[in-house]
C-alpha cells in the first residue's frame, strides 16, 4: 500500500526512545553506515514495501544492544509508523536469521515495555510496533534471488500449526538478481555495485587499492557520491576490515571441509574395518593356497621331466596329447 507521510510522528510518546543505546565492540560496516541515515533507511524501506514516504524525520534508527554476538556485521532497525524494520546484510547465508530475529525483537520490546512503564498484567492490551525481517544477501556463493526462512524450520517437531513463527525474507543483491528492487532503491543499487565493484578490482590490485579504486568509481559515476565523499576514510577502513573478516570465514570453511573429509574417511575405514580385516584373512588363505598350487605344479613338472628322461635312455619317446 503507498502511503505518504508527513514529520508528525503519529503513535510515538514524546521523548520515547525504542529499545536502549548499546556500545558498540566493532566499528559498523558500509550497509549499516549508510542505513544511519534515515533518507537512505526511507529509501530502501519504500522500494520493499512499495511505499511512498517522503520525510526523513519520521524514521527513527534505533540503537540497540542486543545481547548476542553478530561477529563482525551489524544489524541496522529503524521505526516508521509503527513498523519496526531489521535490516541486515550478509556475505554468508544464516539459516539462523529467524532465531537471531527473534532475540532482536523480544529484547527491544522487553526494553521498551520496561521503558514505557506497561502493565504485562493489566487488562489494556499493549500495543507492538509490527516487525518486518530482511536479510540483503551479497556474497560470492550461490543463493536464490528470494528465499523465505522460518523459525519453525529449525523446531525439533514439525507442526502445521505452530505457536510461535518467526519470518525472514533474504534477498540477493548481488549483480543479475532482484535488478528492479535495486532500480527502486538507490542506496541497494549503489551498495550493490560498490561491493561488486572492490571483488572486481581484486583480481588486479591488492585489498586496500580495490577499495580506493572502487571508492573512486562510485564517486566519478555519481553513485553514493556525497556518502563517499564525506565518509571515504571510515568507508576504506571498515571495507577492509570486512573483506579481511570474509576471506577469514572462507578460510576457515575451506579448513572445516578438509578436516571433515579427513575425519569423515577415518569413520568409514573405522566402520568397514571388520570387513577389511576379514578380506585380509581371505587373501593370507588364497595367496597360502597359490603358494601350495605352485609347489604342486613344480613338483607335477620335476616328474614329468624325470620320467621324460627315462624314456629317452630307454629308446622311446613321450606321446604327446
Known amino acids: 500500500m503507498s502511503k505518504k507521510r508527513t514529520g508528525r510522528k503519529r503513535g510515538r510518546r514524546p521523548g520515547r526512545k525504542f529499545g536502549r543505546k548499546g556500545n558498540r565492540e566493532y566499528k559498523s560496516d558500509v550497509f549499516s553506515m549508510l542505513l544511519e541515515d534515515r533518507r537512505n533507511a526511507l529509501d530502501v524501506y519504500n522500494a520493499l514495501n512499495h511505499s511512498s514516504y517522503t520525510d526523513p524525520d519520521a524514521v527513527e534508527i534505533i540503537t540497540t544492544d542486543h545481547g548476542i554476538s553478530l561477529s563482525i556485521r551489524n544489524d541496522a532497525s529503524f521505526l516508521i509508523d509503527r513498523h519496526i524494520n531489521y535490516y541486515e546484510h550478509q556475505a554468508s547465508f544464516n539459516p539462523n536469521m529467524p532465531l537471531r530475529c527473534l532475540i532482536y525483537y523480544v529484547n ?13 498484567y493489566g487488562h489494556r492490551r499493549i500495543a507492538l510496533p509490527t516487525p518486518h525481517f530482511v536479510v540483503f544477501y551479497n556474497g560470492t556463493g550461490s543463493r536464490p534471488e528470494k528465499e523465505v526462512m522460518r523459525l519453525s524450520d529449525s523446531f525439533c517437531h514439525k507442526t502445521d500449526e ?3 513463527e518467526v519470518v525472514c525474507t533474504a534477498y540477493n543483491i548481488n549483480p543479475g538478481f532482484n535488478s528492479e ?10 551498495y550493490s555495485y560498490f561491493v561488486d565493484r572492490v571483488r572486481n578490482n581484486l583480481a588486479n590490485n591488492e585489498l586496500a587499492d580495490a577499495i580506493k579504486n572502487a571508492v573512486d568509481e562510485c564517486i566519478n559515476e555519481d553513485i553514493l557520491k556525497d556518502f563517499f565523499i564525506t565518509r571515504r576514510d571510515e568507508v576504506e577502513k571498515v571495507t577492509r576490515l570486512d573483506f579481511t573478516f570474509e576471506t577469514r570465514e572462507k578460510m576457515i570453511r575451506r579448513d572445516a571441509k578438509a578436516e571433515g573429509i579427513a575425519e569423515g574417511r ?7 574395518q571388520p570387513q577389511i580385516d576379514a578380506l585380509k584373512e581371505d587373501n593370507k588363505v588364497l595367496m597360502e593356497g597359490n603358494k601350495t598350487l605352485t609347489e604342486e605344479n613344480q613338483s607335477l613338472s620335476d616328474e614329468n621331466a624325470r620320467l621324460r628322461k627315462a624314456l629317452a635312455e630307454a629308446g622311446l619317446s613321450a606321446v604327446e596329447k
Open 162 to 164: 505452530p505457536n510461535m
Open 181 to 190: 528492487l535495486k532500480e527502486n532503491s538507490g542506496v541497494l543499487y549503489g
Open 108 to 120: 527491544d520490546i522487553e526494553n521498551d515495555v520496561k521503558y514505557v512503564k506497561e502493565d504485562l
Open 266 to 272: 577415518n569413520d568409514t575405514i573405522k566402520e568397514l
